[in-house]
């Protein structure tokens, strides 16, 4: 990586020298560069998103269909983050390749560079996650076959696509469910004077689709789609504020239907809310052919900023909103953007910056669950572990990086994998095997896969306070034969579990197990543990009292799962 590289933040991964001497690349990568010429640009002299979002839409249906072989059509497009605008004459680089395969449906990761040619400089301006899916034949839907990950950060990709599958999979109820919940205990919307009426900035504009908006399947490009959507919403911004407005944050864009040529789509905007520096844009995609009824194509939420010659976010005007549909996502928008600041807290932080004890609630449940499982598949892809000593087939390794030691215990039991997750899922259980775990009970059962447990471990020296801790457990099943099981723990906050007196409250970074099937009997399973700062110099001045401490531990899971193997009462947990 070069200095310059470094400083944009533009992670590229190391040379992989493949057997045969030459360069490793990606089977199914596809590049674009474009120079940002004055007609993809807006009066601003910035390139327009919606020309950005249709380059990155083909060339992400290019890496997909590389992959497939077939035609592919988007599904989704995870959100998306711009860190800066493009001007007119940098180049723009697209990178795209597919991370993981699943059925009929693939996840392509989108990099998006701009390169100033003139001084050589680089830097990001967004990183996307897009799902397209590979188009039915007569026979049906389609078997894709699977990605193979050849580097570290192809492994990592691979593994996290599948935790980001489930989270986009389940995203629309969760959202409907967390909107319904939180706009009940928002109450009635604030009145601004000097407001500007929502009305104002509603936009109704009709295209037509034509053979060059379409694929050589005669299906509108999905780029296409979402760059007449960012159209209307930036005219429904700049209704708002009578200025040029930045557009920073798309939501999940999610395809309902599909759109052909001789469409008309008819494209909805209005301003859902405005808050001091930014406001809520909601747009709304339907279709209709001749005397047909209107089909709901797409539905986003666009966040817009108006900046000022320093680039610094200007204050907005307040809006007014319309009675009943109008209040009502007047309301959804506040609740959208507390999930918003959530997701962007939670998981784009890099995992040492990250505070180790985030407040739990409900609307920041999915990315704490996706944060903990997504830390432990990191850290179980991780090819740098030292091994530090091996006993009886149990193996310990370390693995130190910015002040924080991580410890890796590998195992085999002869007893199956699904067996070894149920009965390790199940933390109260673990003071069966684990003289670390004095007490544990479960506080809240979030869902079936997520609970919250408080556990409490014994004082370490006479007379001395035990410690507790509040930490998130969420399992996870196999998505398919390449990936474990999964138990990650975290440290979250619960309001109502402050610390007390008589307990340390004690926090875990990143922990849990990872459970491979070798053979329908034999299981092999990996336990990981981050310790903090805090404890840090104690473990790495007694790493052979910690093997010993370790060995023992792991050597009583081992006899427990083996003595439980028959046993039906490895349920998944509950908090009866
Ligand atoms: N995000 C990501 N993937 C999704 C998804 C979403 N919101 N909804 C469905 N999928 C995936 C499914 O997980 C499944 O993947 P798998 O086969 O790997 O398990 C795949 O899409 C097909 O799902 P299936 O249940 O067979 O079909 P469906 O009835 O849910 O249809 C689409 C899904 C995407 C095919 C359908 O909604 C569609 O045709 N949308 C329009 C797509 C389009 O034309 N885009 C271009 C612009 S108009
Ligand atoms: P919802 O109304 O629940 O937000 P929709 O999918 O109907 O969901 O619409 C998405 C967004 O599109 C709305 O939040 C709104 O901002 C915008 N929208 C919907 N209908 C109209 C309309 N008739 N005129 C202008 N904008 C609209």
Redesign the pocket.
């Known amino acids: 990586m070069t200095a310059e590289e470094k400083d944009a933040g533009i992670s590229m991964e190391p040379l992989f020298i493949q057997e045969s001497g030459e360069v490793y690349r990606n089977p199914t990568e596809v590049q674009m560069s474009q120079i940002v010429m004055p007609c993809h640009a807006n009066h601003c002299e910035e390139l327009s998103v919606g020309q950005l979002l249709k380059w990155m839409d083909s060339t992400a249906c290019l890496s997909a269909e590389r992959h497939a072989g077939c035609s592919c059509?988007?599904?989704?497009v995870d959100d998306i983050h711009f860190e800066h605008t493009i001007g007119v004459g940098k180049v723009v680089n697209i990178i795209a390749k597919v991370n993981r395969a699943?059925?009929?449906?693939m996840e392509v990761g989108i990099l998006v560079t701009c390169e100033d040619l003139y001084t050589g400089r680089q830097w990001n301006v967004c990183h996307a996650f897009a799902?397209f899916?590979a188009r039915r034949t007569e026979a049906g839907?389609v078997q894709l076959q699977q990605v193979i990950p050849r580097t570290q950060l192809e492994q990592m990709e691979y593994s996290l696509a599948a935790e980001r599958r489930r989270m986009?999979?389940i995203h629309a109820e969760v959202i409907t469910d967390l909107l319904s919940s939180s706009t009940a205990q928002l109450g009635e919307c604030q009145e601004y004077q000097d407001s500007v009426p929502a009305e104002r900035t509603r936009v109704e504009s009709v295209e037509l689709v034509l053979p060059p908006h379409a694929n050589h399947q005669v299906?509108?490009f999905?780029g296409q789609?979402m760059a007449w959507m960012e159209n209307v919403a930036t005219i429904a911004a700049s209704r708002l504020c009578n200025a040029h407005p930045t557009l920073r944050i798309i939501d999940m864009f999610?395809?309902?239907?599909?759109?052909h040529i001789g469409d008309r789509l008819v494209l909805k905007a209005i301003v859902n809310n405005a808050f001091k520096h930014s406001m809520e844009v909601g747009v709304c995609a339907e279709a209709y052919q001749g005397r047909e009824p209107l089909r709901h194509?797409n539905s986003a939420f666009m966040t817009f900023e108006v900046l000022d010659r320093d680039r610094k976010p200007c204050t907005l005007p307040r809006l007014r909103p319309e009675p009943v549909d109008g209040r009502r996502r007047y309301q959804e928008a506040i609740a959208r953007k507390k999930i918003r600041l959530d997701r962007k807290y939670i998981i784009s932080c890099k995992q040492t910056e990250v505070p180790l004890s985030v407040p739990w609630d409900p609307s920041n449940q999915m990315y704490l669950s996706y944060n903990n499982v997504s830390a432990l598949k990191l850290t179980d892809t991780r090819n740098n572990w030292v091994l530090i000593s091996e006993k009886n087939k149990v193996r310990l390794y370390t693995f130190e990086e910015n002040h924080t030691l991580c410890i890796k215990v590998e195992m085999f039991v002869s007893v199956p994998a699904e067996q070894s997750f149920h009965l390790l899922s199940d933390l109260r259980r673990r003071k069966e095997w684990d003289r670390h775990y004095e007490e544990c009970e479960v506080i809240n059962q979030v869902d079936e896969d997520d609970a919250i447990y408080r556990v409490v471990t014994p004082s370490v020296s006479k007379g001395g306070k035990g410690k507790d801790f509040i930490l998130l457990a969420s399992r996870r099943k196999p998505c398919d034969p390449r990936d474990p099981y999964l138990i990650a723990l975290r440290s979250v906050t619960l309001p109502t579990h402050p610390p007390t007196e008589d307990y340390t409250r004690a926090e875990v970074l990143c922990a849990g197990f990872t459970i491979w099937e070798e053979s329908s009997a034999v299981t092999k399973f990996t336990y990981y543990n981050q310790a903090t700062p805090g404890v840090l110099p104690y473990l790495s001045t007694d790493i052979a009292g910690l093997s010993s401490s370790f060995y023992s531990t792991f050597s009583a899971c081992s006899r427990f799962l083996e003595a439980n193997k028959d046993s039906q009462a490895a349920l998944p947990p509950s908090s009866s």
Do not use: D, N
């Open positions: 059509i988007t599904a989704s699943f059925t009929s449906s799902t899916v839907k986009r999979l299906s509108t999905g789609i999610h395809f309902r239907a599909p759109s194509i």
